[in-house]
């Protein structure tokens, strides 16, 4: 069955430091979504990619992070630099389109700022 | 903008029993979807079952029903003969369509617990 991967799955930086996490969607997935879920929340939409491009960013900290999508596969989003409030899991999803169609979630990449 | 509420932190319910999660939103919209999705331990975020506002029956996948209720803006999900695999941290999401089709709310999650 296919699945959304994600690497790494855990991951301890110190602030100040850049960090980028990896995603691949199911093949044939046209948009994929980046979420960030605060221990004890539910997740919020960082950046929604519809192929290589951004059709959602509103929400993403342009300041420090950063997504692309460039042959509108896999996917990178970066933090830098990082600070302690960034501390989260960081989910990607993939869906056939952007529609009411079921989103599917990678297993997350848990970041750690010390 | 629109919000989701999930009043209940947490939940617990006994094998073979059946509960109900609580969810309300907020919206001026009049078409949308609504979700629940259930977040294992340590586990993916998989979708339980989904609505269609404009749709009067409620949705129903096995064990697992809804009761929506446009009017009150409530959704509930109701789990019957529950089952330990539903152990879970439960989320009641939304969806507008337009120009953030795609786009998910989430609500807080209801962690539930299902005991032997």
């Known amino acids: 069955e296919a699945e959304v991967a994600q690497s790494p799955r855990y991951k301890i930086t110190e602030k100040s430091q850049a960090v980028a996490f990896w995603c691949d969607p199911i093949?044939?997935?046209?948009?994929l979504y980046w979420y960030r879920q605060i221990l004890g929340q539910g997740p919020e939409l960082l950046v929604q990619?519809?192929?290589?491009?951004?059709?959602?960013d509103s929400q993403l900290p342009k300041d420090r992070f950063s997504a692309e999508r460039l042959k509108g596969v896999d996917s990178t989003l970066k933090i830098q630099p990082a600070e302690l409030g960034d501390s989260a899991m960081y989910l990607c999803?993939?869906?056939?389109?952007?529609?009411?169609?079921?989103?599917?979630f990678g297993p997350g990449t848990r970041l750690t700022v010390l | 903008a629109q919000t989701v509420t999930q009043s209940q932190p947490e939940m617990s319910v006994q094998e073979a029993e059946t509960v109900t999660l609580s969810c309300t939103y907020d919206?001026?919209?009049?078409?949308?979807?609504l979700f629940w999705y259930k977040q294992p331990p340590s586990r993916q975020m998989i979708l339980v079952i989904r609505?269609?506002?404009?749709?009067?029956q409620n949705a129903t996948e096995n064990r697992f029903s809804v009761n929506f209720q446009k009017a009150a803006k409530s959704f509930s999900l109701k789990i019957s003969d529950s089952q330990l695999g539903d152990t879970a941290m439960y989320f009641c999401?939304?969806?507008?369509?337009?120009?953030?089709?795609?786009?998910?709310?989430f609500g807080q999650g209801t962690i539930l617990t299902v005991h032997p």
């Open positions: 999803a993939s869906s056939l389109a952007a529609t009411y169609n079921e989103q599917f």
């Open positions: 999401a939304f969806m507008k369509p337009g120009t953030s089709y795609g786009k998910l709310t």
């Open positions: 609505q269609e506002a404009y749709k009067q």
């Open positions: 990619f519809q192929d290589e491009s951004v059709v959602d």
């Open positions: 093949s044939g997935h046209a948009t």
């Open positions: 919206t001026s919209e009049n078409n949308y979807y």
